[in-house]
């Protein structure tokens, strides 16, 4: 069990360009769910996957935002057009049941 | 509507014991979870109430009221490295996703 990882940790990135994160989660873990986390508050809730079908989107995940879950394996988050709003540390997290979410170290996004 | 409310910010001291409070109003109550999160880092999972009462794990207990919509979180001995935020999230009941939301974190200074 390698844990959750996320690639690339951290991204800069000038306003108006496209960024893509990804995650892969702990193996076997059919949950996979994408938070964002702004410095001082806690993470929000992004979207959710169930193996690859994505079964919940955030009212924050407006339509510059895209998740995929191909195969039901690793994860993408795409942001297209970024703005300074969207810098924040996206997480993501993946569970085998609804009890306990195991996170990844995250990808901090910086948009000048 | 959903809220989460706990202190910004407690500073104790190196081998005290302090108790972080977590009250609540969400839509749907499915548990309520404790996280640990130093700075940069993921969220590391702490303790977990899905009925009344106390959980203890280690230095580390948890309480949970339902009816109050109220939780803590204790933690004995304090110890240096217990510096960091504390964050308490409720697993929304209202589906069946398991996401969590979370409060802004309460930032725990342990002092010598």
């Known amino acids: 069990d390698t844990g959750v990882s996320q690639d690339p940790r951290h991204k800069i990135t000038k306003r108006g360009q496209n960024v893509t994160f990804r995650c892969d989660p702990i193996?076997?873990?059919?949950?996979l769910y994408w938070y964002r986390q702004t410095l001082g508050q806690g993470p929000e809730f992004l979207t959710y996957?169930?193996?690859?079908?994505?079964?919940?989107k955030s009212r924050l995940l407006s339509d510059r935002f895209s998740a995929e879950r191909p195969k039901g394996s690793f994860s993408t988050l795409e942001i297209q057009r970024t703005e300074q709003g969207d810098s924040a540390m996206y997480l993501c997290?993946?569970?085998?049941?609804?009890?306990?979410?195991?996170f990844g170290p995250g990808t901090r996004l910086t948009v000048t | 509507g959903q809220n989460i409310d706990q202190p910004t910010e407690m500073t104790a001291t190196e081998g005290a014991i302090v108790q972080i409070n977590c009250t609540y109003q969400?839509?749907?109550?499915?548990?309520l979870f404790w996280y640990q999160q130093h700075a940069g880092e993921a969220p590391t999972f702490l303790s977990y109430?899905?009925?009344?009462g106390l959980e203890e794990k280690g230095r580390f207990s948890s309480f949970l009221s339902r009816s109050k919509g109220y939780s803590y979180l204790l933690l004995k001995e304090l110890q240096m490295k217990d510096s960091a935020s504390y964050l308490c999230?409720?697993?929304?009941?209202?589906?069946?996703?398991?996401?969590?939301?979370f409060g802004q974190g309460t930032t725990l200074q342990v002092k010598p």
């Open positions: 997290a993946s569970s085998a049941t609804t009890y306990e979410q195991y």
């Open positions: 193996s076997e873990h059919n949950r």
């Open positions: 996957f169930q193996n690859e079908a994505q079964l919940e």
């Open positions: 969400t839509s749907g109550f499915n548990g």
């Open positions: 109430n899905v009925l009344d």
């Open positions: 999230a409720v697993r929304d009941g209202s589906s069946n996703t398991g996401k969590l939301i």
